[in-house]
């Protein structure tokens, strides 16, 4: 049986390594998000940005992995980030989590702060996701309204 959460509990840190333009052209062409921003250094460049930002959705994509490294019998409920600067193609970061409050007396479910940064420190991103614990599989196949249907 899995542990509850435990507030203040941190999330052991990731080194996710640079993405190069390669990744992100191939993320743009897979994921049918192909803004110039991402795919043109000039364009970038022209809209104020150091050069260009990664996708968004890639960065949240690496929560899970960070989840789940950490806590295997979990998933995620509903994630949120908010980018404070950009992520660049070339950029490697790292990214941490922290339990910030336990949301159910149970402890089955919890609010995890998640925080990019880039190697000097700088916060790129923040944002929560909202985890829980499944209840254990007897139980979930006693409430399930399929239960002895086969």
């Known amino acids: 049986m899995s542990q509850a959460f435990s507030q203040g509990e941190l999330l052991p840190e990731r080194l996710v390594a640079a993405k190069t333009a390669a990744h992100v052209r191939d993320y743009a062409r897979?994921?049918?998000?192909?803004?110039?921003?991402?795919?043109?250094?000039?364009?970038?460049?022209?809209?104020?940005?150091?050069?260009?930002?990664?996708?968004?959705?890639?960065?949240?994509?690496?929560?899970?992995?960070?989840?789940?490294?950490?806590?295997?019998?979990?998933f995620i409920a509903e994630a949120e980030l908010r980018f404070m600067r950009p992520a660049l193609v070339e950029q490697p970061l790292r990214l941490s989590g922290k339990v910030a409050k336990v949301t159910s007396p149970s402890g089955?479910?919890?609010?995890?702060?998640?925080?990019?940064?880039?190697?000097?420190?700088?916060?790129?991103?923040?944002?929560?996701?909202?985890?829980?614990?499944?209840?254990?599989?007897?139980?979930s196949a006693a409430a399930s309204p399929f239960a002895g249907s086969r």
């Open 30 to 74: 897979l994921s049918g998000d192909d803004n110039p921003l991402h795919l043109d250094d000039g364009i970038a460049i022209a809209a104020g940005l150091p050069g260009r930002p990664l996708h968004g959705m890639m960065l949240m994509a690496w929560v899970e992995p960070l989840v789940a490294a950490w806590r295997p019998d979990v």
């Open 108 to 139: 089955d479910e919890a609010t995890v702060r998640v925080l990019f940064r880039d190697l000097s420190g700088a916060v790129l991103a923040l944002g929560h996701t909202r985890l829980v614990r499944p209840p254990p599989a007897s139980a």
